[in-house]
């Protein structure tokens, strides 16, 4: 069955719903206070200057499992709605970039660096690493505000709203646990698996394709069947996507990650593939973890003990699993339009198997 020309260009149009509520949005900054605008400017260019659009992507396609109508009078607000994600996702990637001391992100200095970067050019007082940090602290707030202000002012029914409005705060709470387990675990030094899991689970799974594909199907006012299927689905290609993105983050090209190489060692992350190789033996991540002056050459030691100890395979073999157990959810689930559960499973593939 042939998809909708809504469905073939879809991060298309997400582009243009949120290059259109930026530049409301920056309007009414301009009248409220001039030089908010350089705020506003700095969140436009990070969520329109790259993404792969995962998040809306997913959430269309929940509604589409629902029934929903391409073709009906609700889709542009649907789809103005599902983009509001996109503003969830700057919020925890700005958030993220500076709890990781991060540099750059998709091959551009990250908010808190370009914020340090113009104090220091214009010479204003205090530490200009302590204003980029306020910065992107604020930023990342109106990203957070403006996702729940871009979601109700789409122009969907009541009932979808209050159907909506549970995945919505789970969503959003979740995100926050995950971030903040994150930064609790690199502190306690925690290397095991089940907690690297846990944060995939929390920080990446839920609000990557878990809950966009519940809130899509609740938008569409779907089964509880059917919104238990797209969950069970969505929590394990989720955390097969962090999985993935734990193997780009140490084995990745930068030419096409936009990342440093090795960038996660630096930053200390505890991810999976760093718990299975601190219990697999693979003792020179011990020095090497958290160590921002990491040079090259302990980089591809690391990489190399990582493949030596089986680390890598024992991760792909965790994403195929998950990727597996996804698909057979996916078979079990009841949808609305056939045409969803084809493409949702196509989105299964692309996103355990992306160089990017």
Do not use: N
């Not at 103005?80 to 998709?106: G, N, P, Y």
């Amino acid at each position: 069955m042939p998809l909708h020309p809504l469905d073939l260009e879809l991060p298309k149009h997400v582009d243009a719903a949120l290059a259109g509520y930026l530049a409301e949005r920056r309007a009414l900054g301009e009248r409220m206070e001039q030089s908010f605008t350089g705020a506003v400017d700095a969140l436009a260019d990070f969520v329109l200057g790259g993404g792969k659009r995962v998040r809306p992507t997913f959430a269309w396609w929940g509604w589409r499992a629902a029934g929903g109508d391409p073709d009906g009078e609700l889709a542009h607000r649907v789809l103005t709605a599902v983009s509001s994600l996109e503003l969830i996702q700057a919020c925890a990637l700005v958030h993220d970039d500076l709890m990781d001391a991060s540099e750059t992100r998709r091959g551009m200095p990250t908010v808190h660096v370009r914020f340090a970067e113009e104090h220091r050019r214009r010479g204003w007082l205090g530490a200009s690493e302590r204003f980029g940090l306020a910065a992107a602290v604020l930023i990342g707030d109106v990203a957070l505000a403006w996702a729940d202000d871009m979601l109700f002012a789409a122009g969907l029914p009541t009932d979808a709203l209050q159907r909506l409005s549970l995945p919505w705060r789970d969503m959003r709470t979740e995100m926050l646990a995950g971030q903040y387990l994150d930064v609790l675990t690199q502190a306690r030094g925690d290397s095991s698996p089940g907690a690297a899991l846990s944060i995939d689970r929390l920080k990446t799974a839920a609000y990557t394709v878990e809950r966009p594909l519940h809130m899509g199907a609740a938008i569409g006012g779907g089964s509880p069947e059917l919104v238990a299927g797209l969950r069970a689905f969505g929590a394990d290609i989720g955390v097969a996507f962090q999985l993935r993105d734990d193997l780009l983050g140490v084995f990745g090209d930068p030419a096409v990650t936009g990342k440093p190489a090795g960038d996660d060692l630096r930053e200390g992350k505890r991810t999976l593939l760093v718990a299975l190789g601190v219990e697999f033996g693979a003792d020179v991540l011990h020095d090497a973890l958290g160590r921002p002056d990491l040079d090259a050459a302990t980089v591809d030691a690391c990489r190399a003990r990582l493949v030596e100890v089986g680390a890598v395979r024992a991760v792909e073999e965790r994403i195929s699993a998950l990727t597996r157990s996804a698909l057979e959810a996916l078979e079990r689930t009841p949808m609305a339009d056939p045409v969803a559960a084809e493409r949702l499973a196509e989105l299964a593939v692309s996103a355990t198997k992306r160089t990017r």
